[in-house]
């Protein structure tokens, strides 16, 4: 089975700074995918980055980058240039060989102007 | 290309009553995962369909059932509600092969009174 913590439930950050929120995951296999998901009050979930456990390079997508730690099993999510629009609900989550996502609890972001 | 989409977007049931929820995945995508989404237990696992066949299924009642279509369209269906069953129900795709990121749906608000 698959396990993901998100210690953090709350997180604010000023617009142009930088933030990073954590993500710790347990999993029994070698082949697995870690993702972050971003869950506006829109609702819709929106994926913001996908790292395969196999590559050691972190995942990175414009102003979004990761920390991936495979042997500590840590995968943060690090925004730069903090904007308005990145006030979110923020998701990290685990998919191993059965098809499943695994989530965490979630850490709600705030940005302030 | 068009995005994952639900209908109905909100659904307002009674106790006892049975509701289906339909799910159309991204033109070329044969996987259709369903999430369930609550304030107290987070983003659950129900199931997921590949190729009209349920591949692998979370821990809920026998109540919650889905299927999937030849054209890998999906639903899911819960009968005799209970107030519990009140959450936000997400549906996502994924391509047939290679990449495994689940794209979701904008999700159905079902409400149990």
């Known amino acids: 089975a698959q396990t993901v913590t998100q210690s953090q439930p709350e997180m604010s950050v000023q617009e142009a700074e930088t933030v990073t929120l954590s993500c710790t995951y347990d999993?029994?296999?070698?082949?697995?995918?870690l993702f972050w998901y971003k869950q506006p009050p829109s609702r819709q979930m929106i994926l913001v980055i996908r790292?395969?456990?196999?590559?050691?390079q972190n995942a990175t997508e414009n102003r979004f980058s990761v920390n991936f730690q495979k042997a500590a099993k840590s995968f943060s999510l690090k925004i730069s240039d903090s904007q308005l629009g990145d006030a979110a609900m923020y998701f990290c989550?685990?998919?191993?060989?059965?098809?499943?996502?695994?989530f965490g609890k979630g850490t709600l972001l705030t940005v302030n102007p | 290309k068009a995005g994952v989409t639900q209908t109905p977007r909100y659904l307002i049931k009674t106790r006892g009553q049975q509701v289906t929820l339909s799910c159309s995945p991204i033109s070329g995508h044969r996987s259709v995962s369903w999430y369930q989404q609550t304030p107290g237990q987070g983003l659950q696992f129900l199931f997921e369909?590949?190729?009209?066949?349920?591949?692998n299924k979370g821990n809920f009642p026998g109540r919650f059932s889905g299927r999937q279509f030849s054209n890998s369209r999906s639903e899911m269906n819960v009968s005799t509600l209970e107030l519990g069953d009140s959450a936000l129900y997400l549906c996502a795709s994924s391509p047939p092969t290679g990449e495994d990121t689940q794209y979701f749906g904008p999700g159905t608000r079902l409400t149990v009174l």
């Open positions: 989550a685990s998919r191993g060989s059965n098809y499943k996502l695994t």
């Open positions: 369909y590949f190729s009209e066949t349920q591949r």
């Open positions: 790292q395969e456990a196999y590559k050691q």
């Open positions: 999993t029994s296999e070698s082949d697995y995918y």
